[in-house]
């Protein structure tokens, strides 16, 4: 179970370094940008992105499913 843990803690970061990074390119985060404000723009990007995430998993995981109704029955292997 702590290694479970541990690579949830590493994916957040990494989202959040993700994050941060993509913020400074943007131009959102600068020079003139006071910690808070970094910080402010980290989490809200975080979950931004965590739920788009989420939101992607679950289109696919239905189209999965719609895919495997839709299609039928699979074809008996040829001997």
């Known amino acids: 179970m702590g290694r479970i843990i541990t690579y949830i803690i590493y994916f957040l970061v990494i989202v959040a370094i993700y994050v941060l990074i993509r913020a400074a390119y943007t131009g959102s985060i600068n020079s003139d940008t006071t910690i808070g404000q970094a ?3 980290v989490k809200n990007g ?34």
């Open 39 to 41: 910080a402010t723009e």
């Open 46 to 79: 975080s979950v931004e992105t965590i739920r788009d995430m989420k939101n992607e998993a679950a289109a696919a995981i239905d189209n999965m499913a719609n895919s495997s109704t839709t299609a039928g029955a699979p074809a008996a292997p040829q001997n």
